[in-house]
């Protein structure tokens, strides 16, 4: 936090970061490794599809 300037740009990234992380965690240890890739490369496939 301390190298923000001002809060609302704290604020700005911090929710786009969210988003962000929330969207690719997948808790890889809970999960065998064939059914993480799928989810990950369905995750990455769907920001793709979001941010074109």
Excluded: E
């Amino acid at each position: 936090m301390l190298s923000f300037r001002r809060m609302k740009t704290l604020q700005k990234f911090s929710s786009g970061h969210a988003a962000f992380h929330n969207h690719f965690n997948q808790d890889r240890h809970l999960i065998s490794r064939d059914h993480y890739k799928a989810r990950r490369s369905a995750a990455l496939a769907a920001w793709k599809t979001l941010a074109a």
